[in-house]
């Protein structure tokens, strides 16, 4: 039996997904509330949190839902919030506080490639557990293999399952796409579960804003393929990997993208893109994010024509939340 877990929204995520989460978990059977905080800058600049209803924290276990930075909600004070929030729960007698990551930012500053440079990933999580957080989870990380020991990285499968289910997808019809080595631990768990098989290349860049698929294996002539990444930043691989595959005849092509960050010419090109959907998380919110004019017009496009689809990623994180709780 899980103890009743509290859930806490960070200011970097809209709060109706705490109401969404504790709603998964009731359905999961652990005992679940929502927890509040109230926030305020001194006038000196500093900042202020206080947890609501403190004195009955204790023998329940402290979950926060925050990511360290957004799009739609940059700057550090998130991740000086997280601290605040880490401290006081541990103040206030919970019984174990965990940090939950929909977007684990930084996640690219894994390692250092050039003198002087800091290995930002580590530093975060060095901190996170330094103001005692008893575990830190976060959503398709980018680098694995690189990142902290004892962080938990939790892979989105489940909810890209879910979709091909409602799209009727056949194993023998489908094609996983792999477009680099980064991407290949997805790829293997989306097609071990589902039973499609795998197409996977590798990729140059003569130029910054250039990309070309090399090395490609895999056949995925008139199938269904699912292309497969963790981040989507400035749309420029993605929509090179998909032109390719529509040209070696795929019937149609699907991209499942965990994060859609979405800088620079990122709208211009997936509206563009040889693709007939994708599909993203909400993990990184599109409410709030600081587009142009144009730009806003092509993410109400993509939306109402479908081509970019929004996946829920409630469900994802209350299973996380619901398996540290009853200790798994």
């Not at 359905?27 to 900042?47: C, H």
């Amino acid at each position: 039996m899980a103890r009743e877990v509290v859930v806490v929204v960070g200011s970097a995520h809209p709060e109706n997904i705490g109401v969404q989460v504790v709603g998964e978990l009731k359905k999961l059977g652990v005992p679940a509330s929502r927890g509040l905080f109230e926030e305020k800058t001194f006038a000196d600049g500093e900042k202020y949190v206080r947890l609501e209803k403190a004195s009955g924290l204790a023998n329940k276990d402290f979950f926060i839902i925050q990511s360290v930075h957004t799009p739609s909600k940059p700057g550090e004070k998130h991740f000086l919030q997280l601290l605040h929030l880490i401290s006081a729960a541990k103040a206030n007698g919970a019984h174990s506080v965990h940090v939950v990551m929909p977007y684990y930012a930084y996640g690219r500053q894994e390692r250092v490639s050039k003198p002087g440079e800091a290995e930002v990933a580590q530093t975060i999580f060095n901190a996170i557990k330094g103001a005692g957080a008893d575990s830190v989870s976060a959503v398709d990380v980018h680098a694995p293999h690189a990142m902290p020991a004892g962080l938990k990285n939790v892979m989105p499968t489940d909810l890209w399952l879910k979709e091909l289910a409602k799209m009727g997808f056949k194993p023998e019809d489908t094609v996983v796409f792999a477009g680099d080595k980064g991407a290949l631990p997805r790829v293997n768990a989306l097609a071990d579960k589902s039973g499609a098989s795998i197409a996977k290349a590798d990729k140059i860049r003569p130029e910054h804003d250039k990309c070309f698929l090399v090395g490609f294996s895999g056949d995925v002539n008139k199938r269904f393929v699912l292309s497969l990444d963790d981040i989507l930043s400035t749309g420029g691989t993605f929509g090179h990997s998909a032109k390719e595959l529509k040209r070696r005849g795929a019937r149609k092509v699907y991209g499942f993208i965990t994060h859609l960050v979405g800088v620079g010419k990122a709208w211009s090109r997936l509206e563009k893109a040889k693709v007939d959907a994708v599909f993203v998380t909400d993990s990184l919110p599109l409410e709030g994010r600081k587009l142009s004019s144009w730009d806003k017009r092509r993410v109400e496009r993509l939306l109402k024509s479908r081509k970019l689809r929004i996946v829920p990623i409630a469900p994802l994180l209350a299973k996380t939340i619901a398996e540290r709780a009853k200790g798994k």
